[in-house]
């Protein structure tokens, strides 16, 4: 990632928002056991232990914490914006948030059990390389810090995030995932969420 970019007001604020509200985070522990107790309300769409079995609905098992926060915080305070999940976020208070990541991210994740055929696994592996998806992602996939885990999700729910980042629609808070697949073909765009979501 070379060169300055523009970042626009309302993104800045939501970042300084969301720093600040991580930044609170590390002062006040987090409560797994408060989390689980609060998740209920969660499970109904993304599945017990946050282990999504609606192909639409993403998977929040296993997730790196801070993801999950700063999600949280990007649907609440409204640029991130989903008819479903935006109502549920807006009621949540920083230490619900806090409790929620807590709690979703050391849940166990029940391996996929989509597979894909070789030919596409072939494919994956060098587009996931070739796009970087690897450096930001991490060598398995499996996310780091603010940057998700993609390995085992949904394929539905990959499908529309890659398909919203390519036209610009899905809220991205530093422009680098809309960046990274930019240049990428639709035809990559359907191999890579049937080889993602097939990955243990
Ligand atoms: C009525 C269904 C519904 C409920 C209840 C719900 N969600 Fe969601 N949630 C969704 C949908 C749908 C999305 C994906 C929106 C999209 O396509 O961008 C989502 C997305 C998310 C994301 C972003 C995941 C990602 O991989 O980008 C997080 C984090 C999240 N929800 C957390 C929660 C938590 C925590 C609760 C409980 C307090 C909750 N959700 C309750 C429907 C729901
Ligand atoms: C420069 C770092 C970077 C690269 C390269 C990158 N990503 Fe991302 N990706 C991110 C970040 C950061 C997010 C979270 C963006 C946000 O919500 O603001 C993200 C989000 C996503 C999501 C949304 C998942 C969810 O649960 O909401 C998918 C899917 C995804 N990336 C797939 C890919 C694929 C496939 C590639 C390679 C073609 C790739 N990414 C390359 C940084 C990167």
Redesign the pocket.
């Known amino acids: 990632m070379t060169g300055q970019r523009f970042i626009p007001p309302q993104t800045a604020a939501a970042l300084f928002a969301a720093i600040l509200i991580c930044s609170s985070f590390v002062s006040s522990a987090a409560d797994a056991g408060a989390g689980r107790n609060?998740?209920q309300?969660?499970i109904?769409?993304?599945g017990p232990g946050g282990n999504s079995i609606v192909p639409?609905?993403?998977?929040?098992a296993g997730?790196p914490k801070q993801?999950?926060t700063t999600?949280?915080v990007m649907?609440r305070e409204g640029n991130?914006k989903?008819p479903?999940?935006s109502p549920?976020?807006a009621n949540?208070s920083n230490t619900?948030?806090n409790d929620?990541?807590e709690y979703?991210s050391r849940e166990p994740i029940t391996p996929s059990a989509r597979r894909t055929d070789a030919a596409n696994i072939t494919a994956g592996q060098r587009l996931t390389a070739e796009y970087h998806c690897v450096s930001c992602h991490g060598p398995a996939l499996k996310g780091q810090q603010h940057i998700?885990r993609i390995a085992g999700?949904q394929r539905d729910?990959l499908l529309?995030?890659l398909q919203?980042f390519k036209a610009g629609t899905?809220f991205d808070m530093d422009g680098n995932m809309t960046a990274a697949v930019q240049a990428l073909p639709d035809s990559a765009v359907a191999i890579l969420a049937d080889y993602l979501s097939a990955l243990k």
Do not use: E, N, W
Request: with cysteine; aromatic share 10%.
């Open positions: 609060k998740a309300v969660c109904a769409c993304h639409t609905m993403p998977s929040l997730q993801f999950i999600q949280l649907f991130r989903d479903q999940m549920v976020a949540l619900d948030m929620l990541a979703f998700p999700q729910y529309k995030q919203g899905r």
